[in-house]
């Protein structure tokens, strides 16, 4: 899920997954797709 947050009188959206932030949620959700947060090899 993209997390929506406010920072600096900003709006970021956020991947939950790895934490990084994008500025535009189009760019957010797009990002979240491709990324393989889902099923983190390295837990454990
Ligand atoms: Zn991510």
Same mark, same amino acid.
């Not at 934490?19 to 949620?25: E, N, Q, T, V």
């Given at each position: ?26 760019? /957010?959700? *797009? @990002? =979240?797709? /491709?990324? *393989? @947060? =889902? ?6």
């Amino acid at each position: 899920m993209v997390q929506q947050t406010q920072r600096d009188g900003t709006t970021w959206y956020v991947c939950e997954g790895c934490g990084m932030m994008f500025d535009l949620k189009v760019d /957010a959700e *797009d @990002h =979240e797709t /491709a990324c *393989d @947060h =889902e099923e983190p090899a390295y837990i454990q």
